[in-house]
């Protein structure tokens, strides 16, 4: 009796382990960052207001040159892709603690953001350029002009490390379309903001006619940023190529106005 109890027992025992060996195996996260989007279904896409690049529509829909593309890659892996409007500040901490599968907002491809993520190709050209009210545009010409100026800039972006290249007063905010109201309400004297974004956003037939833009401070590329080590930037390379070789990166492009800055993709 006792022999057939103990057997009970360990049989009872093995059960449990093998269940308990299963439960842990089925909640083992994928290895790679192209299964791990696929498995939970959606490529949470990080972003801020950012015209032409992720902007809404008049029914809230984002939409612009990146939004657009990325809702293509999504549909090319299987997934619906999520906009999530993240503080660009924090977009590498958002990366990693996985809040977002990826940041694509017209990213500057710097050599800190080329360190702490896996980036695509480049696929924008791109400056930084200051911007002022239009009718001091006069005055502020050169890099000497702007000096004594107060700027508004972008935390965490392109812009800001230009402030701080030029030793300029800046104070930051929350996103790129935060700066040029800054300007346009008096709040700053400039912005430094990204080149094609003041092409969209200011001048004549605009949201803001009373702004434009003069000095550029840097030239840049855009790149798109994943997780250190994620599959995910030789998949999106993969998919900029075939994207290019038949024309829909061009389509997309002239549709937001923005072609002759397009990067062949190799």
Do not use: H
């Amino acid at each position: 009796m006792k022999q057939m109890i103990s057997l009970a027992l360990a049989l009872a025992m093995g059960l449990s382990l093998a269940a308990c060996s299963g439960k842990d195996a089925k909640n083992t996260e994928p290895t790679s960052d192209l299964a791990y989007v696929q498995d939970k279904g959606t490529l949470v896409v990080g972003i801020t207001e950012f015209e032409p690049m992720d902007y809404q529509d008049e029914n809230g829909n984002w939409v612009g040159f990146d939004a657009d593309m990325a809702t293509l890659f999504a549909e090319s892996l299987g997934v619906e892709v999520e906009f999530q409007l993240i503080d660009w500040d924090s977009k590498i901490m958002e990366l990693d603690g996985k809040t977002i599968d990826v940041a694509w907002n017209g990213m500057t491809l710097t050599e800190d953001v080329k360190e702490a993520m896996e980036c695509s190709n480049p696929y924008f050209n791109n400056a930084q350029v200051v911007v002022v009210k239009a009718d001091q545009a006069d005055k502020y010409q050169t890099v000497d002009s702007i000096k004594d100026l107060s700027f508004s800039v972008e935390s965490g972006s392109a812009g800001m490390e230009q402030a701080e290249a030029y030793s300029l007063n800046y104070t930051p905010a929350k996103s790129q379309a935060n700066t040029l109201l800054e300007v346009a309400s008096g709040t700053s004297d400039a912005a430094i903001i990204d080149y094609l974004m003041a092409v969209a956003s200011t001048g004549e037939g605009t949201s803001y006619e009373n702004l434009t833009y003069t000095v550029s401070l840097a030239d840049e590329q855009y790149g798109v940023g994943f997780r250190k080590g994620s599959d995910l930037a030789e998949k999106l390379n993969e998919f900029f190529a075939e994207q290019y070789a038949d024309g829909t990166m061009q389509k997309v492009a002239e549709k937001y106005g923005i072609a002759e800055k397009l990067v062949e993709q190799p």
